[in-house]
């Protein structure tokens, strides 16, 4: 009654942090994530240090709650024609699948300080809008299609494989079957 009817403001409990200190936060929760028992880590810890180097290297002191789409879009073109790094030098431009890989990366940063409280919950709709590179409608180069091995190479391997690996390989030329298939097909599958 004596606010008139309304809920108090709620106070916003989102720290203020720049870019530089969510990344770095995320790098410790990466190295803990993705991290072996053996101390060693899986490649998608170095992967994001690569995608979230030219975000720093742009925004790093820019608060965290202000990177947006056209933010996220500057990165992206850094990606696609390539850039010079003062500490890493020459980045090379990168093909229009690994600017998706990557950028998609940098989106699940944000998503991980939405997630904690870092940034406030209405900067990750903005970032999820910025469509992905399409084939052929953008500058950046597209790979060359991955083709089957060549007969004549298959054939010239086939003496050097064990007799159990020959038989796989000569039964997933056969049947176009994926690998993880063949290894777990029985006697009885035939």
Not at 6 to 14: G, I, K
Not at 77 to 105: C, F, Y
Request: charged content about 25%.
């Amino acid at each position: 009654e004596a606010a008139g009817r309304r809920l108090p403001a709620q106070s916003s409990q989102v720290p203020d942090i720049s870019v530089n200190e969510m990344v770095l936060g995320f790098m410790r929760y990466a190295d803990q994530h993705y991290g072996r028992p053996d101390g060693t880590y899986n490649s998608e810890v170095s992967e994001y240090r690569l995608a979230l180097r030219p975000v720093v290297h742009l925004y790093g002191h820019t608060p965290a709650a202000a990177f947006g789409p056209l933010a996220l879009k500057a990165v992206r073109d850094l990606m696609v024609h390539g850039w010079t790094h003062p500490k890493h030098g020459e980045q090379p431009a990168l093909s229009r699948g690994v600017v998706n890989q990557r950028i998609g990366r940098v989106r699940r940063v944000w998503k991980w300080g939405v997630e904690n409280e870092l940034i406030p919950s209405s900067v990750l709709p903005g970032l999820q809008a910025v469509r992905g590179l399409q084939r052929g409608r953008s500058q950046a180069r597209e790979t060359e299609p991955v083709k089957p091995v060549v007969d004549a190479v298959v054939e010239e391997t086939l003496p050097h494989l064990s007799r159990h690996v020959a038989g796989l390989v000569r039964l997933l030329r056969l049947t176009g079957m994926r690998c993880g298939e063949v290894c777990v097909m029985r006697a009885c599958d035939i």
